[in-house]
């Protein structure tokens, strides 16, 4: 069986209860889990092998607390675990820099305070804040830049996981970097 068709068996068994098609799901999803994890750490840091198995393992941990998903297929799958990642980098982003101004309320380790550069963070949270402003100008268009950029899905795959058409992908995804440019510049 092509490794693409099994993921997606293994998944719609999972979703269906199955809880032993998780344990065989992990392995053959291991590897492109920490392809996203390394494309989310080449935007926002230096890349330490540690950091990008430490993003892993919580967004693994985040995935099997997943039990409303109906899983369509592989696509589907790496885009929920995209805006997982997404989500997590934003939540230690975030949290860094509450300590860095004196909220020490919540303590972090050294390895998660050391997720993000200083320089780094700023970018994602002014690029986040521009996202969380277009996702209520256009959903669609968002959810592809959360795919394409945050999730370094291809083109194919993100049109896969969104049901639309490739050309329209490209375009949309033109359209939405254009919008987020002129957002991001204008906060300045």
């Known amino acids: 069986m092509h490794p693409s068709l099994e993921i997606t068996d293994l998944l719609v068994n999972w979703s269906n209860g199955d809880k032993e098609a ?4 992990f392995p053959l ?3 492109e889990l920490h392809r996203l994890a390394r494309h989310y750490m080449r935007r926002f840091n230096s890349g330490n092998t540690l950091q990008t198995t430490a993003l892993i393992n919580e967004t693994y941990i985040n995935l099997v607390d997943q039990n409303k998903v109906e899983w369509q297929n592989r696509a ?3 885009g929920i675990s ?3 990642m997404r989500r997590i980098l934003l939540r230690y982003v975030r949290d860094r820099k509450r300590i860095k101004r004196g909220g020490d309320a919540f303590r972090v ?3 998660d305070a050391m997720l993000v550069s200083t320089e780094k963070s700023d970018e994602l949270l002014a690029l986040e804040a521009a996202l969380s402003r277009f996702e209520t ?3 669609r268009k968002s959810r592809i830049v959360e795919l394409r950029y945050f999730g370094g899905l291809s083109v194919e795959e993100t049109a896969e996981v969104m049901k639309i058409s490739k050309t329209t ?6 359209m939405a970097k254009a919008w987020l440019a002129r957002e991001i510049r204008n906060a300045k």
Not at 169 to 174: I, K, L, P, S
Request: net charge negative.
């Open 22 to 25: 998780l344990d065989r799901l």
């Open 29 to 31: 999803i291991e590897a």
């Open 76 to 78: 589907h799958f790496f």
């Open 82 to 84: 995209a805006r997982i």
């Open 109 to 111: 380790s050294i390895t």
């Open 137 to 139: 100008v256009d959903e």
């Open 169 to 174: 992908v490209m375009r949309e995804w033109r």
